[in-house]
């Protein structure tokens, strides 16, 4: 079981940044791809971002490309979404997920065996 603990949420104004964190416990954090996903109210949960094992790629939805930039610290089980120049259509629950290690970057919900319970962000106009 690994268990995820997502951080950092809030309330900012456009084109403000906040950066969230995904504390992770139990198996081996490195062995696992980390992503991010957001759900706004009355839409389906959303692929943002994932970061492989090493944290050597990256993948982004085109929505928030060159906008925001997903990290990890192995050493530190924890990885991050530093988000820039935000918009009122990121305002969304943002979760954390876990995939065990495998070739390429899903963008699927399914495809991650573990979620946090969710950071809410709102950004205002």
């Given at each position: 079981?690994?268990q ?7 309330l900012?104004?456009?084109g ?21 996903f ?23 939805a ?20 530093q ?19 495998r070739?390429g ?12 319970q969710?950071?809410?962000?709102t950004?205002?106009?």
């Amino acid at each position: 079981q690994v268990q995820l603990v997502e951080s950092g949420g809030g309330l900012v104004q456009a084109g403000g940044s906040l950066r969230l964190s995904c504390a992770a416990s139990g198996r081996t954090f490195s062995n696992y791809v980390e992503a991010w996903f957001r759900q706004a109210p009355g839409k389906e949960r959303e692929f943002v971002a994932a970061i492989n094992v090493s944290g050597s790629r990256t993948y982004y939805a085109d929505s928030v490309r060159g906008r925001f930039t997903i990290s990890r610290d192995n050493a530190k089980n924890t990885v991050y979404l530093q988000m820039n120049s935000l918009k009122p259509e990121d305002t969304a629950v943002y979760f954390c997920a876990a995939a065990v290690a495998r070739p390429g970057f899903s963008i699927v919900r399914s495809s991650y065996d573990y979620w946090g319970q969710g950071t809410q962000v709102t950004v205002s106009s």
